[in-house]
């Protein structure tokens, strides 16, 4: 209780703390965007055509399921990829299955409109992707393999998005990413392959 009699409010959730950090990476999009002159994040360069806006999101899920496949084969023949799966856990906690569906789906947006859709066409594909790369930077030595594939995530997410001229593939390969990841790093430890 407060000096007023009152029950102090309660503390923030994990959620709340996510979607507010992200919704002002959202804002902080706008504002630059808008400080170019060209407030549209979504769309790049000129009006996407119907097929691009529906292979965006198809080859992104694919790129995801690719670069997905490629972490847990890594986790199982790796020592650093087992590390930095620990390390995950230890640093996330348990995770319920909304806590990871807020966090991939608010990651995926706000991080896309940020760097693809505020940054890119204003620093181009390799700064953005270098700027992606740092805000991936973790507590300590054992997080640089995470550093280094966001850093190759930002070039993919932003050669997809130049190729497709809209942010629906990045966004769905950026979920599915996270989405994915999230899981696996809140289920059982990485095991090798001779586990």
Do not use: C
């Not at 292979?55 to 087992?82: K, Y």
């Not at 066409?121 to 030595?141: E, N, R, S």
């Amino acid at each position: 209780m407060s000096l007023s009699g009152e029950a102090p409010p309660p503390p923030l959730s994990r959620a709340s703390l996510v979607i507010g950090l992200y919704a002002a990476m959202g804002i902080a999009a706008f504002v630059i965007a808008a400080g170019r002159g060209d407030p549209d994040l979504y769309r790049l360069g000129g009006a996407p055509t119907g097929a691009q806006l529906v292979l965006g999101p198809l080859v992104g899920i694919a790129f995801a399921i690719a670069f997905v496949v490629a972490t847990r084969f890594a986790t199982q023949r790796f020592e650093w990829a087992r590390d930095l799966h620990a390390s995950f856990r230890d640093l996330l906690g348990p995770l319920s299955p909304r806590e990871i569906a807020i966090l991939a789906l608010a990651s995926s947006i706000g991080e896309e409109l940020l760097f693809r859709g505020a940054l890119m066409p204003w620093l181009g594909v390799w700064l953005q992707a270098i700027v992606f790369a740092l805000l991936h930077v973790g507590p300590g030595k054992r997080f640089l393999p995470w550093t280094a594939s966001a850093f190759v995530l930002g070039l993919g997410f932003g050669a997809l998005a130049d190729y497709t001229q809209n942010l629906g593939g990045p966004i769905a390969a950026h979920f599915t990413i996270n989405f994915l990841n999230l899981r696996y790093i809140a289920g059982a430890p990485a095991r090798t392959a001779h586990s």
